[in-house]
């Protein structure tokens, strides 16, 4: 009895249809490539402004608590002042690290350690004084608060950086029953209302 031929299924693929197989998950990745950094992008602002969104909610509990707004030296200031959040003394008034300003030592905002020096709290030496908050591109983030008592931020008068975000009439821009407004440059590392990290 003659014995089927079966060297055609020994031999497995080609070399060509191979090279056909690599060429199209290539054209495949390639064609995926900018949508997926685009979405890794996004979900990093997001990630970013639930952040800023955190650090204004914790400065309206420590207003709701004590009656007055966190701040770091001398008594409370009577205007707007631009904190960034690589000011340790602010971040230790939040983190109930302060006995001065938040004499209960309660803990009005919380973070994960920044790993390689981005998106958290950059601890010192001993592990547990924050040095700083940083982003998820690693710039720390700018906060703006009112002391005024008028419950409003306008951005015009609060400065830096908070000047260049306008209204779509390009009008400096309002921000109205809220003591604080926090901000980071973003992705490009650069304050100019394209990607920037908002809690607004």
């Known amino acids: 009895m003659k014995k089927p031929n079966h060297s055609r299924l020994a031999k497995g693929f080609s070399l060509v249809e191979l090279l056909v197989v690599i060429a199209i998950i290539a054209l495949l990745a390639g064609a995926s490539y900018p949508a997926i950094t685009s979405m890794l992008k996004k979900a990093k602002i997001e990630e970013g402004n639930k952040m800023a969104a955190d650090i204004v909610f914790a400065i309206e509990q420590f207003e709701s608590k004590y009656g007055y707004l966190p701040y770091t030296t001398g008594q409370a200031p009577n205007n707007y002042q631009v904190i960034r959040t690589d000011d340790s003394d602010f971040l230790k008034v939040l983190m109930g690290q302060d006995t001065d300003i938040n004499p209960n030592n309660t803990i009005f905002f919380e973070a994960d350690g920044a790993k390689n020096d981005v998106n958290g709290i950059i601890y010192s030496g001993d592990g547990t004084t924050p040095e700083s908050l940083v982003?998820?591109?690693?710039?720390?983030?700018?906060?703006?608060?009112?002391?005024?008592?008028?419950?409003?931020?306008?951005?015009?008068?609060?400065?830096?950086?908070?000047?260049?975000?306008?209204?779509?009439?390009?009008?400096?821009?309002?921000?109205?029953?809220?003591?604080?407004?926090?901000?980071?440059?973003?992705?490009?590392?650069?304050?100019?209302?394209?990607?920037?990290?908002?809690?607004?």
């Open 135 to 200: 982003d998820p591109w690693g710039s720390p983030y700018t906060i703006v608060i009112d002391y005024t008592g008028e419950r409003k931020i306008e951005f015009g008068q609060a400065g830096t950086p908070f000047n260049i975000y306008k209204d779509k009439d390009g009008s400096s821009m309002t921000l109205r029953s809220t003591t604080a407004a926090v901000a980071s440059p973003g992705p490009d590392k650069v304050h100019d209302d394209i990607d920037d990290v908002k809690s607004w």
